[in-house]
């Protein structure tokens, strides 16, 4: 015989089943949404916000990042800690101030018999100094004697050295080979040509052994094989800049070793990179 207790437990039953159905049961745990955290504890940038600031760099770049967005950022953060001038972006179109000039000029004169240098006196920034004579060192050990041919030039110099190719070759193709005023790397007192300056010098023990070791003190090919549309100068395998030596690996190993690229990269994401450093670093180009 149906009771009064069964059936009000039968119907109880009936709404609890219902509820659980609906969703509405006992609160049961709930996932939390995957937070895209920072990427380096060094800089608060998610890797969204990373692939976003190296989106204006070329391909293999973003993919390398993409790979190793830490040992990216790590050295970013040495060389966006390092003066200024040594990453500052100097070409056809970011020319430097006509009353530019390094404050920390020193003569090679200074480190003779640790350098050569081809004529004249020559004129370094000394920030260089003592990873060139490293070098130096370095090569001769190995056999190989660096010869300086070019160094420090003033605006004044670079116009006059400038307004005589043009004289002989034509602006156009002048331009090709030779900076206009303010618009050379030599201004900075940072960036030398190595003797002989011919392309030959690329198949020269000097020419070999930089190609191969200079990174290794901070030096950088500026204007390589191949990229004449991107420096918007010819191959010169006599022409380094010195950078720094994060700067240098962070070239080597994050821009396939151009220059330019890297430079561009840091001229129009630098401030943003240091804006999303946790803690304050360099004092921006």
């Keep these: ?18 509820l659980l159905l609906a969703g509405c049961g006992p609160e049961r745990a709930t996932a939390t949404p995957a937070v895209d955290a920072s990427v380096h504890q060094e800089f608060s940038l998610t890797h969204d916000e990373l692939a976003d600031l190296v989106s204006v760099t070329p391909a293999p770049t973003r993919s390398r990042v993409a790979e190793d967005p830490g040992g990216f950022l790590s050295l970013v953060r040495d060389v966006l800690a390092a003066p200024a001038e040594l990453i500052v972006l100097v070409d056809k179109n970011n020319p430097l101030p006509a009353t530019y000039a390094p404050d920390d000029l020193v003569p090679l004169s200074e480190f003779a018999g640790r350098i050569g240098y081809a004529v004249g006196e020559r004129e370094i920034s000394r920030i260089i100094a003592a990873d060139l004579i490293d070098m130096a060192a370095a090569a001769r050990r190995e056999g190989v004697e660096l010869i300086v041919q070019s160094a420090y030039r003033s605006y004044e110099y670079q116009a006059q050295l400038f307004t005589a190719y043009a004289a002989r070759h034509g602006e156009v193709a002048a331009s090709m080979f030779s900076a206009r005023p303010g618009r050379s790397q030599h201004q900075l007192g940072t960036a030398v040509d190595f003797a002989p300056i011919a392309r030959e010098f690329a ?13 290794r003190f901070g030096f950088s090919l500026s204007y390589p094989e191949g990229y004449e549309e991107v420096t918007g100068y010819i191959y010169e395998p006599w022409h380094f800049r010195y950078v720094g030596r ?40």
Excluded: C, K, Y
């Excluded at 198949?203 to 191969?212: I, K, N, S, Y």
């Excluded at 994050?254 to 240091?274: C, I, S, T, W």
């Design 246 to 285: 994060a700067a240098a690996r962070l070239e080597r190993e994050f821009f396939a070793g151009v220059q330019q690229h890297m430079l561009e990269f840091l001229h129009a994401r630098g401030d943003l990179l240091r804006d999303a450093a946790t803690a304050r670093i360099g004092n921006g180009a």
């Design 1 to 18: 015989m149906t009771t009064v207790r069964s059936v009000l437990l039968a119907s109880a039953g009936v709404v609890l089943l219902a």
């Design 203 to 215: 198949d020269m023990p000097a020419g070999r052994w930089l190609a191969e070791h200079a990174w």
